[in-house]
């Protein structure tokens, strides 16, 4: 099992500038636990599904952890998909296999969350949709660039748990995934304002409607609408706590960017859709009404899904 894999080199070990990266603390990955088969008999009868012999090998041999080789190729093309780390087998941390399992989203009754992806957003899983509850499961991946209405379309990274950690690589290891780069301080500083700005507008639109109605009520002489003024006052309280919540969560991210280029703009009842070149999943393009978007941009891209217009003068 794993014979062409050097399991030693697949975890990180923390000690270098990687660990401002990560999502989670490298120890709520790694359960100090024994693995032992009363362990995972028990956590198999929990989940409701039998774990894949591969996943339970892996875990006696280091149970649970970051991964230094985080990128799953997908095709020969400039496609990736970034895994953070592997959920250990526990109970008691916060990235063990059955915390991260024991509540469930309705999409995801047949699925073990078995990683976090680096966007924080998406998970890998042990796909039993196919195979039922004792079979041999597949590996997938579902997050928000997967929903097209209700029920995600998952992307398949392998057919079973050793292939999909047999493929996974550094970033450095193959050209073709070797397209990330940590971003140095400006470009950071402008990641993060447009994310900030676009993430958040939401949230100033809401602050301004609960403000406006009540005064907009005093200054009418609508009594009904001038008595919701403190109601107002507390909505942008709440709202207020959210923003700087949600800020503090944006200014401590470190980002990997990629620069891509448009290659194709389609235009559907009125709305222009950017093609980007060799970056295949779907973005979120932050382009302001002002700006005027040509075949040939480049665009800043990052793990998070947002597309950033790139001016070098910026």
């Not at 998909?81 to 915390?99: A, N, P, V």
Request: with cysteine; proline share 3%.
């Amino acid at each position: 099992m794993f014979e062409n894999v050097d399991l030693d080199s697949l975890w990180y070990e923390g000690g270098d500038s990687e660990e401002k990266y990560l999502y989670y603390d490298k120890e709520e990955y790694e359960c100090d636990n024994e693995v032992s088969d009363e362990l995972v008999e028990s956590i198999e009868n929990d989940l409701g599904f039998k774990l894949p012999k591969s996943y339970i090998f892996l875990m006696k041999q280091h149970n649970g952890g970051i991964l230094k080789k985080t990128c799953a190729q997908i095709n020969r093309k400039k496609r990736y998909y970034d895994i953070e780390g592997i959920f250990g087998l526990g109970r008691t941390k916060q990235c063990s296999i059955y915390e991260v399992n024991k509540d469930k989203s309705y999409y995801e009754e047949n699925l073990i969350a078995i990683c976090y992806a680096m966007s924080g957003d998406d998970k890998v899983y042990l796909d039993y949709n196919k195979c039922g509850a004792d079979g041999e499961p597949r590996v997938i991946a579902i997050g928000r660039d997967n929903f097209d209405g209700p029920n995600p379309k998952p992307l398949e990274l392998a057919a079973d748990f050793e292939t999909f950690i047999t493929s996974l690589r550094e970033y450095d290891e193959e050209k073709e995934v070797d397209v990330k780069f940590a971003p140095d301080d400006n470009i950071h500083k402008l990641v993060k304002k447009k994310v900030l700005l676009e993430s958040n507008l939401w949230i100033y639109t809401l602050m301004l409607i609960a403000l406006f109605i009540p005064v907009a009520g005093m200054v009418l002489h609508i009594k009904f609408l001038a008595k919701l003024i403190s109601f107002g006052i507390i909505i942008d309280l709440f709202l207020l706590v959210l923003f700087i919540g949600g800020s503090i969560d944006i200014f401590k991210r470190q980002y990997r960017c990629w620069y891509d280029e448009i290659e194709e703009i389609k235009v559907e009842n009125g709305v222009e859709n950017y093609v980007l070149k060799d970056t295949d999943r779907k973005m979120f393009f932050i382009v302001s009404k002002k700006e005027k978007v040509n075949v040939g941009d480049r665009f800043l891209c990052t793990t998070d899904g947002y597309a950033i217009k790139y001016d070098p003068k910026q």
